[in-house]
């Protein structure tokens, strides 16, 4: 069976941010970027299902701009078997990303497409549960567990208060929690083995898929700071102040 | 104009953050009607009309919600989203599996996780684990939004809405619920305590985490959540997390204990009215957000706070 995971592009999860001056965006110029880490966490899952004998294929695909295929290539480093690029230099909000993906999924024809669960750039959390309703597909969000047997995936989901188990029918979408599984590293080898993977590039209009905007920005700031208070000399000091000053407790 | 709130709820009442949800809908303006979609879940439905501001509750009664599954439920929404300018559910686990459905069936964009309304198309969200806001204005005729409960007051009650019955969908066959695994605990929930006690790697283990931090939480009647370093250290169940991937919280007192102050914990809980820092690293980042420090080892100071309390 094939699975199809599809990859972004993000400002690398420890650089910190900065709010640029004129509260246009932020300022992506020169930062490190990196591969979401919840897509990684897909790439490595599908990577596992294969190494199980569950998959057969694993296609990554990326959308956005050319840059992109160093993701695409990452994700060959860490088992994908082959790439695909959506390029195009519009900005790609999730509803659209959904409909550039289930183009591919018509064509792939997978039975399995997993996804981080969001993106740590516009914390949206949408593209995945977008991409199973145009499908009419099952879907399990959060996942800390997969197992696939059959026609079946039984996927346990992190949710508020606990875990929740789901069995879905194949073909279906999964959305990856931190704690499904921990990424390999990509080897030396494997990452110059990557580099003669296959990688296909594509347009948005080949897919005959609209990808305006809906949403417009219209400005981004620095979120409030808060001020960090006192230091307390002890334990009774600290009882005080929370008692007569904050009177929290 | 009138502004639908999915509700979350366990059929017999409702959660805790649908009414924040109602909250963010007063503030858009316009009529407030609760869609309860669930299996027996007469009183859920109750208890939304009792909600203050809300003028109607749609309740969607049948089988196929008996687990709240998101391909029931956001079929259910498009069912009855006719005529409806924005629809809204909490940014919740439930909410944000099934917000996202809805938005793609009725071929609309999303706006996850708003902060504040600024208008009818207008709403503010944090992006980047919560180290900036973004001001976002929407094009589409409706609008689907998920909403951060602490950022709205819980709506009050003192409603008398008229319940209406609307026919439930068939299941989708599609997805198929196996079983829960709910932490059962007597303590508050998290995202709704007054007083969280949160602990982190400095706790050096499970053991340790709960012997110092459970007679503090049980003497303030305070949740008890962690940091991402002490979930990931297999300390506590994943569902204690406090930050940008675990819960989102805003008590009146939130005392971090051996917590750093990761940017993405901050991101969690940096909104709490009162914070306290117990930490022995004075340069812990966790000081710069709180209002009341000390710089002490934990395993002395914590049981002291105990008992002098």
């Given amino acids: 069976m094939k699975i199809l995971v599809p990859v972004k592009r993000v400002v690398d999860y420890n650089v910190k941010v900065r709010v640029k001056p004129d509260n246009s ?19 490595e899952e599908a990577v596992r299902l294969k190494e199980k004998g569950v998959a057969t294929e694993i296609v990554a695909v990326s959308a956005g701009v050319a840059q992109c295929q160093e993701t695409l290539r990452n994700a060959m480093a860490i088992g994908a078997d082959r790439g695909i690029l959506i390029e195009t230099d519009v900005e790609l909000q999730p509803l659209a990303v959904a409909k550039l993906l289930k183009a591919v999924v018509d064509k792939e024809q997978p039975k399995l497409v997993v996804l981080g669960k969001q993106a740590i750039d516009d914390d949206a959390n949408q593209t995945g549960q977008m991409l199973a309703a145009l499908l009419g597909w099952g879907q399990a969000t959060f996942a800390s567990k997969v197992e696939v047997a059959g026609d079946t995936a039984t ?36 990452i110059m083995k990557a580099k003669k993977k296959q990688l296909d590039n594509v347009k948005p209009a080949d897919l005959g898929v609209d990808v305006t905007p809906r949403l417009t920005t219209l400005k981004v700031e620095e979120p409030p700071k808060r001020q960090g208070g006192v230091k307390v000399a ?16 | 104009m009138a502004n639908l709130v999915i509700a979350e709820h366990d059929h017999g009442s409702l959660k805790a953050a649908t009414l924040n949800v109602i909250s963010a809908a007063a503030a858009i303006g316009g009529d407030v009607h609760v869609l309860v979609a669930g299996h027996n879940a ?36 498009v069912a009855v989203a006719a005529g409806y300018s924005h629809i809204l559910a909490p940014a919740t686990a439930y909410g944000k599996s099934v917000a996202p459905r809805v938005a793609a069936l009725l071929d609309k964009a ?25 001001t976002v204005k929407s094009a589409d005729s409706v609008k689907i939004i998920t909403v951060r409960g602490t950022a709205f007051a819980a709506a009050a009650s003192g409603g008398s809405a008229a319940v209406e019955n609307v026919a439930a969908v068939a299941d989708s066959g599609v997805a198929g619920f196996v079983s829960a695994e709910i932490t059962k605990s007597e303590r508050p929930e998290l995202t709704a305590a007054k007083i969280i006690v949160s602990g982190g790697r400095g706790l050096g283990s499970g053991e340790k985490y709960r012997e110092v931090l459970t007679p503090l939480a049980d003497k303030l009647n305070a949740a008890m959540g962690a940091s991402r370093a002490a979930v990931d250290a297999g300390f506590v169940p994943n569902d204690y997390q406090v930050g940008q991937t675990g819960k989102i919280v805003a008590p009146e007192l939130y005392v971090a204990v051996g917590i750093s102050g990761a940017i993405q914990h901050l991101a969690g809980m940096k909104d709490s009215k009162v914070i306290v820092a117990i930490n022995k690293d004075p340069d812990a980042p966790i000081f710069s957000v709180a209002d009341f420090g000390l710089v002490a080892d934990l395993f002395e100071a914590v049981p002291e706070l105990t008992s002098k309390l």
């Fill in chain 1, 25 to 43: 965006g932020v300022d992506i110029a020169n930062v490190k970027m990196s591969m979401n880490p919840f897509c990684e966490i897909a790439v």
């Fill in chain 2, 110 to 134: 999303q706006i996850s996780d708003i902060i504040k309304v600024i208008d009818g198309d207008t709403f503010v969200r944090p992006i980047y684990a919560g180290n900036a806001y973004a």
């Fill in chain 1, 234 to 249: 002890d334990v009774a000091a600290l009882i005080d102040k929370l008692k007569n000053e904050a009177k929290v407790i």
């Fill in chain 1, 155 to 190: 996927v346990t989901r992190e949710v508020d208060g606990g875990l929740e188990t789901v069995s879905l029918k194949l073909p279906a979408i999964i959305t990856t929690d931190l704690r499904l599984n921990e990424p390999r590293y990509a080897t030396l080898p494997n």
């Fill in chain 2, 42 to 77: 007469n009183a859920a439905a109750a208890a939304a009309a009792q909600v203050a501001g809300v003028s109607k509750v749609l309740l969607a009664d049948g089988p196929a919600h008996a687990h709240l599954l998101s391909e029931n439920a956001a079929a259910q929404v």
